[in-house]
């Protein structure tokens, strides 16, 4: 029997299919599904082990569990293990079974480094059980599940390539010792336990970094006042026109203020002039410029981009979503995919690219492996869920788009000078939009001036007037413009970027999109570049990167690379410790401000002010001995019996995301007000006011009510359902009972799913509540 072995289940029933002309039986091996079937050459089986099916680990050891600071040196000289990823005990039971039986084997897992790794570790788990597979082993490298890729994959086996297996293992491994040393060091130098520890990465901090830049360049902004002058014509048209000052800004009022006062009737045109612009067709999608694209004309982070590219390709819509290449390949069937293309009606208006010989765009990048990004398969995108049918649409588009006609437009603009002041209109209009007709993102609406000829004589509508303005700080990096900073720089890869800023999110470093950096975030990335710089930039990680890539060229050994990084490691920590205790109190002083929620009203109106004079503020407090967090005020103190006692329940942490909203509710302006969601749960946030008696807390618990009585209603229904039909139906199960606890806990409201009963405010003191806790 041929055993051929996929990344994803999908792709081993899209094979089985192809190759057996459909014939394949779906069988069960440990739960997990083998496509097997017979032909002249014999029987096959084809099955998928859902990505890595084991991982790399510290050894067994208390030295390796304990978090310890003297322990990290011993930590990264650790000699690493492999060990069954959680879960894929089942996989690997099946794989084994299979290969017992098999006198071959193929690797058919997907075409990049981190697909060859798991096409060794397959093969590893294989030979384990049946050695005589190991000289057999091929290779089938594809870059689309279509009929034509596989079939030529299959019919033109390779051999496994380790040099790119191991490039991949040296990052699994360099990772995984980076991310265990300095998490450990930072979290007990700033004593973050528990599950508020502080995570660190190779390349998580340096992108974190580029954040924070741009965010110290927005505070450092000084805001500089300046004044525009505006003014409006009447046209013989009947209407009339807003025209713009010559100059641009007004750096001085006083300029501005004689510049109006000169404006005089008539203006008078001085000149109209026009220029065509011709912007050439994109180039073809690769990964990068696919992600900057996606996220940035469909609005959805980098990383939904790919998780949909990645399902587009798992059902044979589109090629392998990652790839460097922007240049079509000869042997793609450009002309067939654009015939079929053309045939939905959404994509008809391309349809004349087939009247002359296609003659794609292309990029600078190629890379032999795969093709860029384009569509393996035509289909009506409404066939396809809300987000994933654009992200296809937007595919086809851009892939139509190369082929296509450059898009001209025409600017024109017109000076008038009235009372010896120039004024100026522009226009745009687009006179062949070109590729533009098919990549409608790219279309932008016509801009028209009336028509205008030069020595016209025309009246002021009005008086000019004037608008001041100030200068504003660069914007905040989106999260395209962050993937596409991040390539530039060498952080990351292809395929990791958009999991490393979703990991600056769920460690609190970030919040909001764009991308925010919370105190925290700011204050670890100040504490790297001042005492551990090497952490904090791009370079130390971007050559290990440059490392890697020698391994997959055959130039260096895993070894190497890895006893390199561990090097790194060890004088990085030692730098560290030198600066440990600034470090530490600085991380401290960045994670006690994202604790502070607003001022405390209560104190406010009291007149009860910090020793400093600064506001009492509302803050989140761990209590020490229930680990239970609550939010108090920072005028709290132990025996004074006249200091402030405001404390309000709060979501946990462990179960909910809470983030700051408003300092003061805009509703009631008693409180903070915060949004919560469900920790590892899709679904929307909600807002909560910490006073109870907020107007929206108290429509928020109307309509709980509304929603718990309409499911008692459904239920009772369903009861009476239930006794009609055991009437009936004499064998009928006994219905599961709903569990009738009152649900005060927390945890049970995560499981429910709604929001959080809080129960009533309580008004002990911070301090009393840690003993019924
Ligand atoms: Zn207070
Ligand atoms: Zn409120």
């Given at each position: 029997?041929?055993?051929i072995?996929?990344?994803?289940?999908?792709?081993?029933?899209?094979i089985?299919?192809?190759l057996?002309?459909?014939s394949a039986?779906?069988?069960?091996s440990?739960?997990?599904?083998?496509?097997?079937w017979s032909?002249?050459?014999?029987?096959h089986?084809t099955?998928?082990t859902?990505?890595?099916?084991?991982?790399?680990?510290?050894?067994?050891g208390?030295e390796?569990?304990q978090?310890?600071?003297?322990?990290?040196?011993?930590?990264?000289?650790?000699?690493?293990?492999?060990?069954?990823?959680d879960?894929?005990k089942?996989?690997?039971?099946?794989?084994?079974k299979?290969?017992?039986?098999?006198d071959?084997?193929?690797?058919a897992?997907d075409f990049d480094?981190?697909?060859?790794l798991?096409?060794?570790e397959s093969?590893?788990?294989?030979?384990?059980?049946?050695p005589?597979?190991?000289?057999?082993?091929?290779?089938?490298?594809?870059?689309?599940?279509?009929?034509?890729?596989?079939?030529?994959?299959?019919?033109?086996?390779?051999?496994?390539?380790?040099?790119?297996?191991?490039?991949?293992?040296?990052?699994?491994?360099?990772?995984l010792i980076w991310?265990?040393?300095?998490?450990?060091?930072?979290?007990?130098m700033?004593?973050?336990?528990?599950?508020?520890f502080?995570s660190v990465?190779?390349?998580?901090?340096?992108?974190?970094?580029?954040i924070?830049?741009r965010?110290?360049?927005?505070?450092?902004?000084?805001?500089?006042p300046?004044?525009?002058?505006f003014?409006?014509?009447?046209?013989?048209?009947g209407?009339?026109?807003?025209?713009?000052h010559?100059t641009?800004k007004?750096?001085?009022k006083?300029?501005?203020?004689?510049?109006?006062?000169?404006t005089?009737?008539?203006?008078?045109?001085k000149?109209?002039?026009?220029?065509k612009?011709t912007?050439?067709p994109?180039t073809?999608?690769?990964t990068?410029s696919?992600?900057v694209?996606?996220?940035?004309?469909?609005g959805?982070?980098?990383?939904?981009?790919?998780?949909?590219?990645?399902?587009?390709y798992?059902?044979?819509?589109?090629?392998?979503?990652r790839?460097?290449n922007t240049?079509?390949?000869?042997?793609?069937?450009l002309?067939?995919?654009?015939?079929?293309?053309?045939?939905?009606?959404?994509?008809?208006?391309?349809a004349?690219?087939?009247d002359?010989p296609?003659?794609?765009?292309?990029?600078k990048?190629?890379d032999?492996?795969?093709?860029?990004?384009y569509p393996?398969?035509?289909?009506?995108p409404?066939?396809?869920?809300?987000p994933?049918?654009r992200?296809?649409e937007?595919?086809v588009?851009?892939?139509?788009?190369?082929?296509?006609?450059?898009?001209?437009?025409?600017?024109t603009?017109?000076?008038?000078?009235?009372?010896g002041?120039?004024?100026?209109?522009?226009?745009?209009?687009?006179?062949d939009?070109?590729y533009?007709?098919?990549?409608?993102?790219?279309?932008s609406?016509?801009?028209?001036?009336?028509?205008?000829?030069?020595?016209?004589k025309?009246?002021?509508?009005g008086?000019?007037?004037?608008?001041d303005?100030?200068?504003?700080?660069?914007?905040?990096?989106?999260e395209?413009?962050?993937?596409?900073?991040?390539?530039e720089q060498?952080?990351?890869?292809?395929?990791?970027?958009?999991?490393?800023i979703?990991?600056?999110?769920?460690?609190?470093?970030v919040?909001n999109?764009?991308?925010?950096?919370?105190a925290t975030?700011?204050?670890m990335y100040?504490?790297?570049?001042?005492w551990?710089?090497?952490m904090?930039?791009?370079?130390?990680?971007?050559?290990?990167?440059?490392?890697?890539?020698?391994?997959?060229?055959?130039?260096m050994?895993?070894d190497?690379?890895?006893?390199d990084?561990?090097k790194l490691?060890?004088?990085?920590?030692?730098?560290?410790?030198?600066?440990?205790?600034a470090?530490?109190?600085m991380?401290?002083a960045?994670?006690?401000?994202d604790?502070?929620?607003?001022?405390c009203?209560?104190?406010k109106?009291?007149?009860?002010?910090?020793?400093?004079?600064?506001?009492n503020?509302?803050?989140?407090?761990?209590?020490k001995?229930?680990?239970?967090?609550?939010?108090g005020?920072?005028?709290?103190?132990?025996?004074?019996p006249?200091?402030c006692?405001?404390?309000f329940?709060?979501?946990q942490?462990?179960f909910?995301?809470?983030?700051?909203?408003?300092?003061?509710?805009?509703i009631?302006?008693r409180?903070?007000r915060?949004?919560?969601?469900?920790?590892g749960?899709?679904?929307?946030p909600?807002?909560?006011?910490?006073?109870?008696?907020?107007p929206?807390m108290i429509?928020?618990?109307?309509?709980?009510?509304e929603?718990?009585?309409a499911q008692?209603?459904k239920k009772k229904m369903?009861?009476?359902?239930?006794?009609?039909?055991?009437?009936?139906?004499?064998?009928?199960?006994?219905?599961?009972?709903?569990?009738?606890?009152?649900?005060t806990?927390t945890?049970?409201?995560?499981?429910?799913?709604?929001p959080?009963d809080?129960?009533t405010?309580?008004?002990?003191?911070?301090?009393?509540?840690n003993k019924?806790?």
């Amino acid at each position: 029997m041929r055993l051929i072995i996929t990344e994803k289940n999908n792709s081993a029933q899209k094979i089985a299919e192809i190759l057996s002309g459909g014939s394949a039986k779906e069988n069960k091996s440990f739960t997990i599904p083998v496509f097997k079937w017979s032909d002249a050459d014999g029987e096959h089986a084809t099955v998928g082990t859902g990505g890595h099916g084991v991982e790399r680990a510290f050894p067994e050891g208390k030295e390796f569990k304990q978090w310890k600071l003297d322990l990290i040196h011993g930590l990264v000289d650790a000699p690493l293990i492999t060990r069954p990823t959680d879960g894929k005990k089942n996989v690997i039971r099946a794989v084994q079974k299979e290969a017992k039986a098999a006198d071959s084997l193929i690797i058919a897992t997907d075409f990049d480094r981190e697909g060859e790794l798991i096409g060794l570790e397959s093969l590893e788990v294989a030979i384990d059980v049946n050695p005589d597979l190991e000289p057999t082993v091929k290779r089938a490298r594809y870059s689309a599940l279509t009929k034509e890729e596989i079939e030529g994959a299959f019919s033109n086996l390779d051999t496994l390539s380790y040099p790119l297996a191991h490039a991949a293992g040296a990052r699994q491994d360099i990772d995984l010792i980076w991310g265990a040393a300095f998490t450990r060091a930072v979290s007990l130098m700033a004593k973050a336990y528990g599950a508020n520890f502080l995570s660190v990465g190779r390349v998580q901090s340096p992108t974190l970094g580029l954040i924070v830049e741009r965010e110290l360049e927005r505070r450092a902004h000084v805001y500089v006042p300046y004044w525009e002058l505006f003014a409006k014509f009447e046209h013989p048209s009947g209407s009339s026109f807003e025209t713009h000052h010559a100059t641009d800004k007004f750096w001085e009022k006083l300029e501005a203020d004689a510049a109006m006062s000169a404006t005089a009737d008539p203006g008078i045109v001085k000149s109209v002039t026009s220029r065509k612009n011709t912007s050439k067709p994109p180039t073809p999608y690769n990964t990068n410029s696919f992600q900057v694209d996606a996220s940035s004309r469909l609005g959805i982070t980098p990383k939904q981009a790919m998780n949909y590219a990645q399902d587009l390709y798992d059902d044979g819509f589109i090629s392998y979503p990652r790839t460097d290449n922007t240049i079509y390949p000869d042997s793609l069937p450009l002309k067939k995919t654009v015939e079929s293309l053309v045939k939905i009606k959404d994509f008809a208006a391309a349809a004349p690219l087939l009247d002359a010989p296609l003659t794609p765009t292309q990029g600078k990048k190629f890379d032999a492996a795969h093709p860029p990004i384009y569509p393996t398969h035509a289909l009506y995108p409404s066939a396809l869920d809300g987000p994933k049918a654009r992200v296809y649409e937007l595919i086809v588009r851009r892939f139509l788009a190369t082929f296509s006609a450059p898009m001209i437009t025409e600017s024109t603009r017109a000076d008038i000078e009235a009372g010896g002041e120039t004024y100026f209109v522009r226009g745009k209009v687009v006179l062949d939009p070109g590729y533009a007709g098919i990549y409608t993102y790219a279309r932008s609406s016509d801009e028209e001036i009336p028509a205008l000829e030069e020595g016209q004589k025309l009246t002021l509508d009005g008086k000019p007037w004037m608008v001041d303005k100030e200068t504003q700080p660069p914007a905040r990096l989106s999260e395209a413009k962050l993937v596409q900073m991040m390539d530039e720089q060498g952080l990351g890869t292809k395929a990791t970027r958009p999991d490393i800023i979703q990991k600056l999110y769920s460690r609190k470093y970030v919040r909001n999109h764009p991308p925010e950096p919370t105190a925290t975030g700011m204050a670890m990335y100040e504490a790297f570049k001042e005492w551990v710089p090497e952490m904090a930039t791009s370079e130390m990680t971007a050559g290990l990167e440059a490392e890697m890539d020698q391994i997959a060229e055959g130039k260096m050994t895993k070894d190497e690379v890895v006893d390199d990084s561990r090097k790194l490691v060890h004088s990085t920590f030692d730098n560290m410790r030198e600066g440990e205790e600034a470090l530490s109190k600085m991380i401290w002083a960045g994670m006690d401000k994202d604790r502070i929620l607003g001022p405390c009203i209560v104190c406010k109106e009291a007149g009860r002010v910090k020793e400093d004079g600064s506001p009492n503020q509302l803050r989140i407090i761990r209590a020490k001995k229930s680990g239970k967090s609550f939010v108090g005020c920072s005028g709290w103190k132990p025996d004074d019996p006249e200091a402030c006692d405001q404390t309000f329940p709060m979501p946990q942490p462990n179960f909910y995301e809470v983030t700051p909203l408003e300092e003061n509710c805009s509703i009631c302006h008693r409180t903070p007000r915060v949004s919560v969601k469900t920790r590892g749960r899709a679904g929307r946030p909600w807002k909560l006011c910490f006073n109870d008696d907020c107007p929206t807390m108290i429509e928020m618990r109307e309509k709980k009510a509304e929603r718990l009585a309409a499911q008692e209603a459904k239920k009772k229904m369903e009861e009476l359902d239930g006794k009609k039909k055991k009437t009936t139906k004499a064998k009928a199960k006994p219905k599961k009972k709903s569990t009738a606890k009152p649900r005060t806990k927390t945890v049970a409201a995560a499981k429910a799913g709604g929001p959080p009963d809080l129960g009533t405010r309580r008004t002990k003191k911070a301090g009393s509540r840690n003993k019924t806790d």
